[in-house]
């Protein structure tokens, strides 16, 4: 089709309001915003895009449409990312690609039947076009301002070291400027807080959310905690690309996420635990444990106990002590496609559930396992005290 | 019963078929349009045609439809009817050509349900003059609103061999000599030098120039408001010096052009030639009579109501209404051909929905109404 620019840019609003109601609605679901803010730069992707097509593209073949959109997801990603939209990667894929549908349907389908000069008329659609770009943009304007009023306040964190502990009672975004050091932990007790770009040295617990949802820890690095890396106890949170490095004590362990099961999941993502007794360790929760990497832990790697249900995807564990990846006492986990190498013997222990297993289903629970690479091991995957494994 | 406020076509071939499905989309009854043709078929002169060139495919794609909507267009149809999405992924491509038959039976179906043969007129209009409250046609009846589709004013032969006993034009019936000399270099000559291959007659291809290869017969961006608004921005002789350019002949690009042709001349079947040099039999594949002035009743229309022209063409608003002739109580439109100055590819299926849609919003904008 040739598109006039108005006909491209009244055709993308268009066709972005049914995704912009979505996002609204599942914004008010999820009490989150980041839905709206992925749908808006989708459609402010698609609108600088469609000023740089219209100057380049004097006629747009329909078999053209993927590239671009595949052109598109990637700048759309970029500024999720640029911008800090806490979006799950699946989410916003599943997002954009059914958004695209829709308006493939829309453009080819939907608008020229409903309006019989669509085609000729470079998409343009007449006395609605600007009305329907009026809704769209009216909406994302009120609903961007009603999010701009309701962020917490960010509060950035100098470069150097900064005496702790530091206590988040109130919703606020800690932002460290590179080189900002909190010395004796960060205590978190407010809802909608985020810390990020932070690096925090000793404290009891390096950091501890309690009793606070919606936390998102992102691109924090911990090390010299007394107690657990990151403890966090009848909270949500949502841990990204942390850093949590040897916890001193021999009952530490790196990320200790307990007693959140009647709470929204929380979500550790793309983090490196080095150290501790367990690496991961979710207690009576609801969690997605992914790609992160454990390393030399001395009781498991990951562990997901006490009537959790977690997902368990994509994560490296390596080194570990006795077992590599752990559901047990009435757990649900689903655990795929991680790679588990060299977990040792645990002889002294003298305990037979923990001679170098790779995945162990431990005391009534079970475990869906399929895809996952587990080598230097005493046995791949093994089920105890009515425990089941199956394959997924 | 007055006729007064009503629609005419005048004209029933494919442009004022497409004037009546667009009109009847837009919320007319049967009675409220007179069609005036002389043959009850709207396919008839253009099955002759096409008939007569053995045209296998359209040169239109999945939207060269006569339905006033464009989609869902023959490419979907033809994948719910062949249940194979075999269609569609050719349209994807820009390379769905729908077959003659298939265009030909969808034009049959819409024929049946849109209540033309209740509407058409066996005549033929030979004269149109605006009077206070529409147009007078021959004298008689009075429309409010008239669309003009009279189709190519006939066929061109060159002057040198007009009278020539070899000579037969390409939309003609006719057979294949074993020599055969084509002349012209468009879309029919080259279906044309493919079906004289076929027959096994040695071609000689009398040509000026060479043809240009285009997959519709203009860039596609012409057929939308993208190339249309610095089109109709342009002065006349710049609009005029475009059609002129736009209207050197032309085909589609593609092996199932190009081989045989080659194919042929390895053999020593094909060659080209500047004039014609006394072959038995010559095809004249070179299209129509150009100009208002071919076309008696377009020329009458002129003269009478003294209508601004520009080089053998009608001056058209953008919409392809007559400027002079239309106002919020009548509207007079021309469409084919003879609409290329507010469409340059007036004489296709899209040049005639152009006219057609432009035309049914001036009517349902009208204070007669």
Known sequence: ?392 | MSETNSCAIVGGGLAGFVAYATLRHGGFSPAEIAVFGTDPDPTAQWRRRAGAIRQRRMRSESDGHCAPRSFPGLAVRAARRRRNPAPLVLSFLDRYHPTVEEFLAHTEELRARSGWDESFRPQRVTRIRAVPDGFELDGSSVFAHVFVATGHPGLNLPAELRGDDRVIHAYEPHHYAPEVEIVGAGMAAATEWLNALAAGSTVISVRRREPERRPLNLPRHFFTRRGLGSFHSSAPADRAEFLRRWSAPSYPPGRAWDEPVERARREGRFHVVSSPNGAGQIICATGFNRGYREDALLADCVEEHGLPTHRGWIVLAPDSTVPALTDPMRTLSLAGVAGQWAFPAADTLMGAKYAARGFLRRVLTCRSR
Request: some cysteine.
């Open chain 1, 1 to 392: 089709m040739s598109f006039t620019l108005r006909g491209r840019l009244e055709s993308r609003l268009a066709a972005g309001l049914v995704p912009l109601f979505a996002a609204a609605g599942l914004a008010a679901a999820i009490t989150e915003w980041w839905p709206l803010a992925l749908a808006a730069a989708m459609l402010g992707v698609g609108l600088v895009f469609d000023v740089a097509y219209d100057r380049w593209l004097e006629y747009q073949p329909g078999w053209l449409a993927p590239p671009l959109a595949l052109l598109e997801l990637g700048a759309v990603m970029g500024v999720v990312y640029g911008a800090g939209i806490s979006a799950p990667l699946t989410v916003a894929l599943a997002f954009f690609g059914g958004s695209w549908l829709l308006g493939q349907v829309l453009v080819h389908g939907v608008f020229p039947y409903t309006r019989l000069s669509y085609g000729e008329e470079g998409g343009e659609l007449g006395r609605i076009g600007p009305a329907l770009a009026a809704v769209v943009l009216a909406t994302l304007g009120v609903l961007g301002g009603v999010a701009l009023a309701m962020q917490p306040p960010t509060v950035r964190l100098a470069a150097g070291i900064h005496q702790g502990p530091l206590v988040l009672d109130h919703a606020q975004k800690l932002v460290g400027e590179p080189g900002a050091v909190v010395r004796g932990g960060i205590l978190i007790t407010a809802d909608n807080v985020t810390v990020r770009n932070v690096t925090v040295v000793g404290g009891e617990s390096g950091i501890e959310v309690d009793d606070a949802h919606n936390v998102t820890l992102e691109r924090v690095r911990v090390s010299g905690a007394e107690l657990d890396g990151i403890h966090v106890r009848r909270a949500t949170v949502h841990i990204r690309d942390c850093l949590v490095h040897s916890p001193a004590s021999e009952y530490a362990q790196g990320i200790d996420i307990s007693f959140g099961f009647d709470l929204a999941p929380s979500d550790v993502e793309g983090c490196t635990v080095v150290g501790g007794r367990e690496g991961i360790v979710t207690h009576f929760t609801m969690a997605r444990v992914a790609d992160n990497r454990v390393v030399g832990t001395s009781l498991r790697g990951l562990t997901l106990t006490e009537m959790s249900m977690a997902v368990v995807e994509g994560n490296h564990v390596e080194d570990s002590l006795g077992v590599g990846i752990y559901c047990g006492d009435y757990s649900e986990c689903e655990i795929d496609d991680n790679r588990v190498r060299g977990v040792r013997a645990d002889e002294a222990s003298g305990d037979k559930t923990r001679m170098g297993f790779g995945i162990v289903a431990h005391h009534g629970a079970e475990a869906t396992i399929s895809g996952n690479e587990v080598s230097g091991v005493a046995s791949r995957a093994r089920s105890f005290l009515g425990a089941r494994i199956s394959a997924g």
